[in-house]
């Protein structure tokens, strides 16, 4: 392969972590999964320098680590701090929400929630990545209408580390239909200005995922990964 310029270096090892991490969060690599660099060059079609900062950065974040003479593997997942990261978004939500429920005059952004989840039952979202997305977006603009950017920030790099984990909740149906009822409870509390209702609802809504993720094992996420191959 041709040597690349510094910035075309930096975009290709960008696209390498952009594509790793999709595959990571939609379970086509799992804990436990090994290869190499040179596998992976040769699989994404860029050399290993750009793949080598990918992955580089992949392990700062916690997803992957490297043996000397094993080569890397995706790591087990920290459930412990994965509750905990759980934990701080339940701290970041509830003070937006109850930010939000103080506002006064129009909120342009639950419009647009609104046109999501405050829909009749037959047109719902039922594609598991989508409503996975969908969810994110939710929790994520309560936030960001709240008015505090750097709460904001610190609740989506939250919402970036518990991805991988969340997306799992969307696999089942009945776990879909459970998400729009109870956003749309909490966003008709919002709406209304009943700040302890919201936050309530909002609270057992997060406790509820939360429980989900202790049910999970590597068996369930290679399962996910069958069904990711399936579709």
């Not at 086509?28 to 040769?42: I, K």
Request: proline share 3%; aromatic share 6%; charged share 30%.
């Amino acid at each position: 392969m041709a040597i690349a310029e510094p910035q075309e270096r930096t975009n290709l090892a960008e696209q390498a972590y952009v594509r790793l991490k999709a595959e990571l969060n939609d379970f086509q690599l799992v804990p436990g999964d090994r290869f190499s660099e040179a596998e992976l060059s040769t699989r994404l079609g860029v050399s290993r320098t750009p793949v080598r900062e990918a992955l580089f950065r992949l392990r700062n974040e916690g997803f992957l680590d490297l043996e000397s003479k094993a080569g890397w593997f995706v790591r087990p997942i920290d459930f412990a701090r994965l509750e905990q990261l759980y934990d701080l978004r339940v701290v970041l939500e509830l003070a937006s929400v109850s930010r939000l429920c103080a506002r006064t005059g129009p909120v342009p952004e639950l419009d647009e929630l609104k046109a999501v989840w405050l829909v009749p039952a037959a047109e719902r979202q039922t594609d598991a990545r989508a409503v996975g997305a969908y969810d994110e977006q939710f929790h994520a603009t309560l936030v960001r209408a709240a008015g505090n950017a750097e709460i904001a920030r610190v609740h989506w790099d939250v919402t970036e580390r518990i991805r991988i984990i969340r997306h799992l909740d969307f696999t089942r149906a009945d776990r879909i239909e459970a998400t729009y009822a109870e956003h749309a409870k909490i966003l008709r509390a919002v709406i209304q200005r009943k700040a302890d209702q919201a936050q309530l609802l909002l609270k057992t809504h997060i406790e509820q995922s939360k429980a989900e993720v202790r049910k999970i094992t590597l068996a369930t996420l290679h399962e996910a990964r069958d069904r990711a191959a399936r579709r």
